[in-house]
T-cell receptor, first 114, second 113 residues
């Protein structure tokens, strides 16, 4: 079945550490890619998106993600996390041939210790 | 700019009952999508509405139905509620021409007992 996988369910970091969250998908066709973040008590917010062009995309709050087509991956990175980055992060994929739906990964809970 | 709003925030229903959830899209957005998020999982696509018509549907039974109104707001209706329908229901709206770029509301927490 077509799917989106986020390999880490929970990540615990100290402030100033670097963060990388993995996301892999199984679709063979053209895709649009997204990372969403859900801070405690808040709703899902769009962190960054990739449609085409430069495979390294920059989002809000210092986050970036790299699309590697050959690896079917769209990993999220931040060089130096802050306590305020504590949140749940979701990768989402839109397979263009399948319409406008987003297929989400299971999410990664990130806890940043002060 | 007003974001996506949903009502009610929480709802408790009994198995077999029917429920209606409401969503107002973000200003300037004309497409609405609905998702179900079970505890500990990512959201799952239910369906999308564009120009008051269903524009794509996920793997949900026909007892999940929806409407979109001329002002782009939307309703999600679920008939014959089952215990497994307990979840957070999310509405997302999209700007014209970019229906896969979706902005989410806070959700409605439905509990079926």
């Amino acid at each position: 079945a077509q799917s989106v996988s986020q390999h880490n369910h929970h990540v615990i970091l100290s402030e100033a550490a670097s963060l990388e969250l993995g996301c892999n998908y199984s679709y063979g066709g053209t895709v649009n890619l997204f990372w969403y973040v859900q801070y405690p008590g808040q709703h899902l917010q769009l962190l960054l998106k990739y449609f085409s062009g430069d495979p390294l995309v920059k989002g809000i709050k210092g986050f970036e993600a790299e699309f590697i087509k050959s690896k079917f991956s769209f990993n999220l990175r931040k060089p130096s996390v802050q306590w305020s980055d504590t949140a749940e992060y979701f990768c989402a994929v839109n397979e263009i041939a399948a319409g406008n739906k987003l297929t989400f990964g299971g999410g990664t809970r990130v806890l940043v210790k002060p | 700019e007003t974001g996506v709003t949903q009502s009610p925030t929480h709802l408790i229903k009994t198995r077999g009952q029917q429920v209606t959830l409401r969503c107002s899209s973000q200003s300037g957005h004309n497409t609405v999508s609905w998702y179900q998020q079970a505890l500990g999982q990512g959201p799952q696509f239910i369906f999308q509405y564009y120009r008051e018509e269903e524009n794509g549907r996920g793997n949900f039974p026909p007892r999940f139905s929806g409407l979109q109104f001329p002002n782009y707001s939307s309703e999600l209706n679920v008939n014959a509620l089952e215990l497994d329908d307990s979840a957070l229901y999310l509405c997302a709206s999209s700007p014209p021409g970019i229906t896969y770029e979706q902005y989410f509301g806070p959700g409605t927490r439905l509990t079926v007992t």
